[in-house]
């Protein structure tokens, strides 16, 4: 039987750097990394993860992400198409930089590193602006703007007052 549509599953997981460097060099090379993620029972968010190859068997957590990040693909090497949205990642080893809330681990730092911290920042606090000095600031800009587009007719239409030479204008 044909598969009519091909189900596609997307994750991010998160090594520790050394392993994360033996893994690059192993895809690099083309080499068979056989792996394994297998929740533990009871707990939710925890995975045993192990990779043969390496002899590497650790804790992973699942841990949600501050951002969605977006995947895309190419089937031509030219053309992109949006194939996933990733909003959780499997962070392997020692995490850093989360939080337990409730019954999940919420991470404040993003993917990159234009989004450390991102969760802080945006939840940060917005200074306090005084509307009375918004609208005293307004009408000052109406004043000038207004005295300007005045003089701006004046030169048009021709009168120079009796003044001779160049116009001056006020400086505030």
Known sequence: MSKIYEI??????RFPPEIAE????????????????????G?????????NSLKYQDKGVL???????????SKDYI???????????IWVGKTSNTRQCGDKVVCDSGL??????IRKDFHRKQPQIDIGEIQRVEKELHSI???FMKQAEDEENGSDDGKKGKKRYNKF
């Not at 033996?22 to 029972?41: H, V």
């Not at 707990?43 to 990779?51: A, D, P, Q, R, W």
């Not at 990159?112 to 911290?117: F, Q, S, V």
């Open 112 to 117: 990159t590193p234009p989004t450390y911290d």
């Open 8 to 13: 596609e599953n997307q994750m991010i997981i």
């Open 145 to 147: 703007q207004s005295e």
């Open 22 to 41: 033996k893994i690059r060099d192993a895809f690099a090379n083309n080499q068979q990394l056989p792996m394994t993620i297998e929740p533990k029972i």
């Open 79 to 89: 053309n992109l198409y949006k194939s996933n949205d990733i909003s959780q990642m």
């Open 63 to 73: 841990v949600d992400l501050p951002t969605i990040t977006e995947s895309y693909k």
């Open 43 to 51: 707990k939710g968010l925890e995975f045993e993860v192990s990779i």
